[in-house]
């Protein structure tokens, strides 16, 4: 037999039509990929074409199987984005669909526990953003906030900020993967900023771009931060566990005003 490489668009919905086309073909593939990965050598190509439809008959069937639950697990850890992520997922919807039952206590299965612990992972990288991420304003009155978090869980939050933010236009905007969402106060949409007025690094908006009063709100924000901390109770490695490292040049708290 011919080794098989499917080729799919990198969203969810394509990775789902690459599970029923897996299916429909009887097609055992030894690897799943989105299009801008460099494919295999030696390997017959297949290229996905994602429909919505049959996205939703996959969807349908983990969740009929296996709860909303299970769904909730697979999503999360497609998000991980980690390598060789969607063969996993479908060793994973396999034991599922033969089993014809909930899998997720399965964890001596290893496919099973990988899931898992990608799900976990996933969750508390966006519980992250929940809790560090910080707004400014525009020049044009739309709040900012960028991000760049260790996996693509930016879907995840936009219930969250649409409820907590309704009656405010945001962006948040994910730096390492150069798109984000932006609220107009009735719906949510993707969007990608070819020429951005802010630095990739930290993510800090160009003074042009800033609303004029937004460095008097930041620096009130970091006096209240400065005089709300004990100074003998300082103790920057617990700081660094609730608080990673790598989030800091994003807080307002811990910039520069200039």
Avoid at 74 to 87: D, G, M, P, T, W
Wanted: one cysteine or more.
């Amino acid at each position: 037999m011919n080794s098989i490489e499917y080729r799919y668009d990198g969203t969810f919905q394509g990775f789902l039509c690459a599970v029923f086309d897996i299916y429909s073909r009887r097609d055992d593939p030894v690897a799943i990929h989105p299009t801008e990965v460099p494919s295999l050598l030696f390997t017959d190509k297949y290229t996905v074409i994602t429909n919505a439809e049959r996205a939703e008959r996959v969807w349908d069937g983990i969740v009929r199987t296996g709860g909303e639950k299970t769904g909730e697990h697979i999503y999360h850890a497609f998000l991980s984005c980690e390598k060789n992520v969607e063969i996993l997922l479908m060793r994973y919807l396999r034991h599922l669909f033969l089993c014809k039952r909930p899998v997720m206590d399965d964890l001596a299965y290893p496919d099973v526990l990988k899931v898992f612990q990608l799900y976990r992972t996933v969750s508390r990288e966006a519980h992250r953003i929940l809790m560090f991420l910080r707004f400014e304003q525009s020049a044009d009155g739309v709040y900012f906030a960028p991000f760049a978090p260790k996996y693509d869980v930016l879907p995840l939050t936009l219930n969250h900020f649409k409820s907590r933010f309704a009656s405010q236009s945001w962006i948040i905007y994910d730096t390492a993967r150069n798109y984000g969402f932006y609220y107009d106060l009735q719906t949510v949409e993707r969007i990608t900023i070819n020429e951005p007025a802010f630095n990739r690094e930290t993510g800090k908006l160009a003074r042009n771009a800033e609303h004029p009063d937004e460095n008097q709100w930041q620096a009130l924000w970091q006096i209240y931060f400065k005089k709300t901390a004990i100074a003998e109770r300082k103790n920057l490695l617990l700081q660094q566990n609730f608080m990673p490292k790598r989030f800091w040049k994003y807080l307002t708290e811990k910039r520069a005003i200039v």
